[in-house]
């Protein structure tokens, strides 16, 4: 059990409700990770997960309260991707999906944001829908 609060913003509903269902597939899948991943390694209380339909990409946010990842600063997918850390299953899949990736983090918790093209198919075999839910 990893006991948090979680807030979810949508920005324009029916945009939203409007996105291929692969497409749909890969946002709640990397949405799920990344409040899964606040939850069992930053310990957070609160998350906040926000997504925006913005012409041709879809935005996606996670905002926590948790204690941030091992380092601080800013990095981007190829950083991250560069250095093999950071929420490898989010690099990888947003790597498969011809996305990008903003990592913002501090000890008082950290700030992902993602965009995934809504025109978007797996680049890789290595793309999975959904991540595995159970503890590690």
Do not use: C, K
Not at 18 to 30: D, I, R, Y
Not at 82 to 97: M, N
Not at 125 to 130: D, N
């Amino acid at each position: 059990d990893y006991p948090m609060a979680l807030a979810l913003d949508i920005g324009d509903r029916d945009a939203a409700d409007g996105l291929p269902p692969a497409l749909t597939e890969a946002v709640h899948a990397l949405l799920q990770e990344a409040a899964l991943n606040a939850a069992r390694h930053a310990g957070a209380a609160l998350t906040r997960l926000s997504v925006r339909v913005n012409g041709a990409a879809v935005e996606l946010g996670a905002t926590d309260d948790g204690t941030g990842f091992p380092f601080i600063g800013v990095y981007d997918l190829p950083t991250l991707t560069s250095l093999a850390t950071g929420p490898r299953w989010l690099v990888r899949q947003l790597a498969a999906l011809g996305g990008s990736m903003i990592l913002d983090s501090r000890a008082s918790g950290s700030r992902i944001a993602m965009m995934v093209p809504r025109e978007t198919a797996p680049r890789s075999r290595e793309a999975i829908p959904v991540p595995a839910i159970a503890a590690e």
